[in-house]
């Protein structure tokens, strides 16, 4: 019997499904590398220690602002204050009674301004019980309140207003024939900043020699 021979469109269909058959392979292989690699290549990332920069931003720094004082140069006695302050006005003539001999005000500079003030009388053949300025407050106890004051050895009679929406408080110090008086005004506070401003006024007193 002799074998069939294929005819040559069969011969020829025959070519071109080898030929599709081959390039499905090669696009598999191809894959499959491209697949491998993209394995291998994340892998390796992952085996590296993970590293970051830190960008530390320094935090600035606040550095403490220091008080400047200066010092106020009276007839009868000096004391400091901060340089915020200003002279306002200052008397150091005795008026007609030879009762008040001194005078002088003091404001700072900020927008709700504190101010100083300080009186000087004498109390040659008087008392403290007979200045004036002493007994306005002595005598309204609905709106000062008085106490025994005394910071280093400086002792005197202080009077607190009562009133909450502003601070003010003088203190009366006898000095031998001389009356002090010093007075703080300004803002109400709640801190205790203002008493220490005034405390801190009286404690720097110097006397002057006659």
Same mark, same amino acid.
């Given at each position: 019997?002799?074998?069939?021979?294929?005819?040559?469109?069969?011969?020829?269909?025959?070519?071109?499904?080898?030929?599709?058959?081959?390039?499905?392979?090669?696009?598999?292989?191809?894959?499959?590398?491209?697949?491998?690699?993209?394995?291998?290549?994340?892998?390796?990332?992952?085996?590296?220690?993970?590293?970051?920069?830190?960008?530390?931003?320094?935090?600035? $720094?606040?550095? /403490? #602002?220091?008080?400047?004082?200066?010092?106020?140069? *009276?007839?009868?006695?000096?004391?400091?204050? !901060? %340089?915020?302050?200003?002279?306002?006005?200052?008397?150091?003539?005795?008026?007609?009674?030879?009762?008040?001999?001194?005078?002088?005000?003091?404001?700072?500079?900020?927008?709700?301004?504190?101010?100083?003030?300080?009186?000087?009388?004498?109390?040659?053949?008087?008392?403290?019980?007979?200045?004036?300025?002493?007994?306005?407050?002595? $005598?309204?106890? /609905? #709106?000062?309140?008085?106490?025994?004051?005394?910071? *280093?050895?400086?002792?005197?009679?202080?009077? !607190? %207003?009562?009133?909450?929406?502003?601070?003010?408080?003088?203190?009366?110090?006898?000095?031998?024939?001389?009356?002090?008086?010093?007075?703080?005004?300004?803002?109400?506070?709640?801190?205790?900043?203002?008493?220490?401003?005034?405390?801190?006024?009286?404690?720097?007193?110097?006397?002057?020699?006659?």
């Amino acid at each position: 019997m002799q074998k069939n021979k294929k005819t040559k469109p069969q011969a020829e269909e025959n070519i071109k499904t080898s030929k599709v058959r081959n390039y499905f392979w090669i696009g598999v292989i191809f894959l499959l590398f491209v697949a491998i690699g993209a394995i291998i290549f994340f892998w390796q990332l992952m085996q590296k220690p993970v590293s970051s920069v830190a960008h530390v931003v320094e935090a600035p $720094v606040v550095e /403490d #602002k220091k008080i400047s004082f200066e010092r106020f140069e *009276g007839k009868h006695f000096s004391f400091h204050h !901060t %340089a915020d302050y200003s002279i306002k006005s200052h008397q150091d003539v005795p008026d007609a009674n030879q009762v008040i001999l001194e005078t002088a005000f003091l404001a700072s500079s900020e927008v709700n301004s504190k101010k100083i003030a300080m009186t000087v009388e004498n109390l040659s053949g008087r008392k403290m019980t007979d200045s004036t300025n002493y007994n306005l407050r002595k $005598v309204f106890v /609905d #709106k000062y309140r008085e106490e025994k004051f005394s910071v *280093g050895e400086i002792s005197g009679v202080a009077f !607190t %207003a009562i009133a909450i929406d502003t601070y003010e408080k003088v203190i009366f110090i006898p000095h031998e024939n001389y009356l002090a008086e010093i007075a703080l005004t300004g803002p109400a506070v709640t801190d205790g900043s203002m008493d220490a401003e005034l405390e801190d006024v009286v404690r720097s007193i110097q006397w002057k020699q006659e």
